[in-house]
């Protein structure tokens, strides 16, 4: 059982908050961080973004200048907007449990860092988890998920008013445009040749 499996069973049993879980194999650090935001149900569809923004917090402490990539990975670019080089590939794992609802964020870090890194990491995340959801309670996350963060999400995104490919999960390229927006659910507005836009939410396509 890898660290992300453990950790979401804990999490069914009612593990606290903040614990996490690290590993490091081939060169890469695999860290799990449990959260439990206590938002509504729907919202944990924009909690990779809010992660993203918290690994690249830490991030920023160890490279000149990482970005993201959408919909939620932290990587260094190029000067149109393409990952040269992928720094924190990150996933977000929903449950539930004696608890309540949980998640778990899996984030595989290459190069970069190591174990000692493991705890910086987990706390850059968790802070950035607490303040958005601190947020949406507040009532600034009605319009949706990730409008609390969606103003520096998109000042962060390194594909922005790019060219970009979009990918289907299984490497096939639907298309190509200019990526122009992101909304408040997290969908990619590109902007295709012929004029149509393309609106791809992050479970159907990622941007290269």
Sequence with gaps: ??????????????????????EAADGAL?????LRPGVPMGHLMG????CALGALDALREKSLAPTLAWPGDVVLADGDGHATSELCRLNVHAGTGEAGMFAVCEATCAGLLSEKDAEPLARAICAR??????????????????APILSEFFDDLALMGHEASVVYPNGRVAAAGTLTAVDVWGRAT??????????????QASLR
């Design 190 to 203: 590109v902007h295709l040749a012929d004029g149509r836009e393309l609106v791809i939410s992050p479970e």
């Design 129 to 146: 988890v607490d303040a958005w959801a601190a947020d949406v309670r507040a009532g600034r996350g009605a319009a949706g998920p990730l």
């Design 47 to 50: 909690l990779r973004s809010v």
């Design 1 to 22: 059982m890898g660290v992300t499996e453990d950790l979401v069973e804990r999490g069914r049993a009612g593990e606290a908050s903040g614990a996490c879980l690290c």
């Design 30 to 34: 695999r860290l799990a961080v449990l």
